[in-house]
């Protein structure tokens, strides 16, 4: 019974750990303009979360594409996308050139 009550303590810690399956997403945009959705900073989705991803460049600059760690946005150089998240800690960002 020992064995069983040690097992559950260490399955509850690994669950906070992990977050529940809850993942991380960190946005931000370089010089240029700004990520508009879900906005910047750091946010928590559910694990499979489809996330629109929306970059707006400022006056006399244009949007390149998404620099990211992640292989699930849909199209890197579309300011107005999606990226699923499937796995935990992603960055984003949003390059501009003038």
Do not use: H, Q
């Not at 990226?83 to 003038?98: G, K, P």
């Amino acid at each position: 019974m020992k064995r069983v009550g040690i097992f559950l303590m260490i399955v509850a810690l690994v669950v906070g750990m992990i977050g529940c399956g809850e993942y991380t997403i960190t946005i931000s945009s370089g010089t240029g303009g700004t990520v508009t959705d879900p906005g910047e900073g750091s946010f928590r989705y559910p694990a499979g979360t489809v996330v629109n991803l929306v970059a707006e460049p400022d006056r006399g600059y244009r949007f390149v594409c998404w620099a990211t760690n992640a292989g699930t946005i849909a199209d890197i150089y579309d300011a107005t996308t999606t990226i699923t998240l499937n796995r935990n800690y992603y960055f984003v960002i949003a390059s501009f050139s003038d």
